[in-house]
């Protein structure tokens, strides 16, 4: 994949009024988002659990996670982030881009939106356009 990097606000979502603008790789390969811990810790944002990560090397560590309100490209929602130590890179990961509803287009190197699936219910009658033009009607 190209990298390119992209930026996005965080914030508290205990305190919304305390955010901050950085600039993050995208990298669909990582789960979840690294953002600086002491970054995080700055905004009030406290850890809510330890996880075990494995690396690209096949070496375990472990890190703190905790939960932030994230907003990219005019998408927002709240996430779970790694609290990224010295030396670790902070990166967009592919839940929160999940999360948001966006996908790494590699050759623009840029985000585009999804279009997210949808498990449909067994009462429903009829099936709906692929192209969403049904929407209008409801």
């Given amino acids: 994949m190209g990298v390119f990097t992209v ?6 979502p205990a305190q919304p009024s305390r955010s901050e ?25 406290r850890p809510a659990r330890r996880m075990a990560f494995r690396t690209i090397e096949g070496k375990m560590i ?22 990224a130590e010295k030396g670790d890179t902070e990166v ?9 509803g966006l996908a790494a287009d590699p050759v623009k190197k840029v985000l ?13 009658s009829r ?3 692929r192209d969403g033009s049904d929407l209008q009607r409801r």
């Avoid at 930026?7 to 508290?12: A, D, G, S, V, Y």
């Avoid at 603008?21 to 700055?42: F, P, Q």
């Avoid at 472990?62 to 790694?82: H, L, Q, S």
Wanted: charged share 15%.
């Fill in 21 to 45: 603008e950085i600039e993050a790789m995208v990298d669909t390969g990582a789960s979840y988002s690294w953002i600086s811990a002491s970054r995080l810790a700055g905004l009030g944002i």
């Fill in 62 to 83: 472990e890190r703190e996670v905790a939960a932030v309100f994230v907003k990219v490209d005019g998408y927002m929602g709240g996430d779970n982030v790694v609290m």
């Fill in 7 to 12: 930026k996005l606000t965080i914030w508290n």
């Fill in 127 to 129: 099936p709906s356009p």
């Fill in 112 to 124: 585009v939106p999804t279009i997210g699936m949808a498990l449909v219910s067994q009462k429903s």
């Fill in 92 to 100: 967009l990961g592919a839940f929160t881009l999940e999360g948001l």
